[in-house]
């Protein structure tokens, strides 16, 4: 069974933005990468509440369901518009 989890983890890193990267890992770019993460973070807080309280759920659940899904794009890509 291992060996099957193995080969399911391989081929969803091939899909993977981890793999692709090309750009050296320093300050500046770690600086940036945090600050973009925490600003997409902020506007994702009211709009997952909006759109909980849209659906008739709890807002916990809107924010649970971003979270998730911006688990999901950071893991797998996406394009810049997608914020």
């Known amino acids: 069974m291992a060996c099957a989890a193995s ?14 990267t090309d ?5 500046a770019t770690v600086r940036t990468n945090l600050l973009s993460g925490l600003t997409v973070a902020l506007a994702m807080v009211p709009e997952a509440i909006a759109f909980a ?6 807002p916990l659940t809107g924010l649970y369901a971003a979270v998730i899904v911006a688990f ?12």
């Open 7 to 20: 080969v399911i983890l391989t081929r969803l890193l091939e899909f993977s933005v981890l793999k692709q």
């Open 23 to 27: 750009q050296p890992l320093n300050l």
């Open 53 to 58: 309280l849209i659906a008739h759920v709890s």
């Open 72 to 83: 999901i794009t950071a893991a797998f890509g996406g394009r810049p518009g997608m914020i």
